[in-house]
């Protein structure tokens, strides 16, 4: 049996966090506006991948206060968090020595927000795991996924990986302490004796961390249910129902469909009498605050769970 699977066997509550340059953006591009997926607005606007990159000049989330979210996330009885390292927009938010299209060195806030954050997490308790999109990459002429920029049929996806994903996730595991997971997304471009040989090679790195199905083949450590998914009946082994907190990843500014406490613990409820993890997600803006219906609805499901919840 995997360690890692321990601790996930009994967490029940997951936070899950999108942030990125999309959510300075925050549903609006030029005159345009979308609702959903805010994540995807680079693709959905088709911009161009040397004018999406400028939306770093200008991002500086000097509200972030790793603290604040790790104590938000305590109350709220969030037993693991797991937060975008970079969604398929391509932009690290951390600091890599792969690329200069980073935090550290793109942006005007030049520090490394997820150094701080896996280090609050860790000191209340919550384990601590990054999202990362390993195929994927907007931004990248050889990464999955642009072909408004880039001829899909003139890619070297394994060039990506070897020269972005790979030493990326390395990083990742490498220099911000024992994670608790690795939460994949939309594998691609390898084969499955490929993927295993990414895999095996992370492994050595953390043999604690555990990998999500999502980095393809069947290869994960634990199921992950399609989103906004709950089996209908009990599922044997680890498994993971994923749901946003409106009706988007990443930020949108004109969302206010928050689901209620009630709401939430209703879900939770259901997820955990099958037998899984709830990862709520809740999509920051880009000066680094979380919706304030996020905090106060969360904060009151942790009330919640204090005094009715068994742990
Ligand atoms: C992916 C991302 O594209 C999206 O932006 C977000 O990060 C989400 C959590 O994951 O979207 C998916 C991936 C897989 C499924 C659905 C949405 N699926 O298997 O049902």
Redesign the pocket.
């Known amino acids: 049996l995997h360690p890692g699977l321990k601790w996930f066997g009994e967490a029940k509550f997951g936070l899950?966090i999108?942030w990125g340059l999309y959510s300075k953006l925050g549903g609006r591009w030029k005159d345009s506006s979308y609702y959903g997926?805010g994540?995807?607005i680079m693709n959905r606007a088709k911009a161009p991948a040397a004018e999406y990159a400028k939306v770093a000049q200008s991002f500086n989330p000097t509200g972030f206060n790793a603290e604040e979210w790790a104590e938000t996330a305590r109350q709220s009885g969030i037993k693991y968090m797991v937060i975008t390292a970079k969604?398929?927009e391509g932009f690290s938010m951390y600091d890599s020595k792969v690329t200069d299209f980073d935090i550290v060195d793109a942006s005007p806030y030049k520090k490394d927000p997820m150094k701080a954050l896996s280090d609050a997490c860790r000191a209340k308790g919550i384990q601590f795991g990054f999202?990362y999109s390993q195929f994927?990459d907007w931004h990248e002429p050889d990464g999955g996924g642009n072909n408004w920029d880039f001829k899909n049929k003139e890619k070297d996806y394994q060039q990506y990986y070897r020269t972005k994903s790979i030493p990326q996730l390395k990083e990742l595991l490498t220099n911000y302490g024992p994670l608790g997971l690795v939460w994949f997304?939309?594998p691609g471009g390898l084969t499955a004796a490929q993927t295993k040989q990414m895999i095996d090679s992370l492994r050595l790195l953390q043999p604690g961390c555990l990998f999500s199905s999502?980095v393809g083949h069947d290869l994960g450590d634990y199921r992950d249910f399609?989103?906004s998914e709950v089996p209908p009946v009990p599922i044997p082994g680890a498994w993971e129902s994923?749901y946003t907190h409106n009706d988007s990843?990443g930020y949108i500014r004109h969302d206010l469909n928050f689901k209620s406490p009630e709401q939430i613990i209703r879900l939770l409820g259901n997820v955990a009498s099958k037998g899984g993890n709830l990862m709520l997600?809740v999509g920051p803006d880009g000066n680094g605050q979380w919706p304030a219906y996020s905090i106060a609805y969360l904060k009151a499901t942790g009330k919640w769970l204090q005094t009715y919840g068994e742990s």
């Open positions: 899950f999108h997926s994540e995807w969604h398929h999202y994927l997304d939309m999502r399609g989103d994923i990843w997600n």
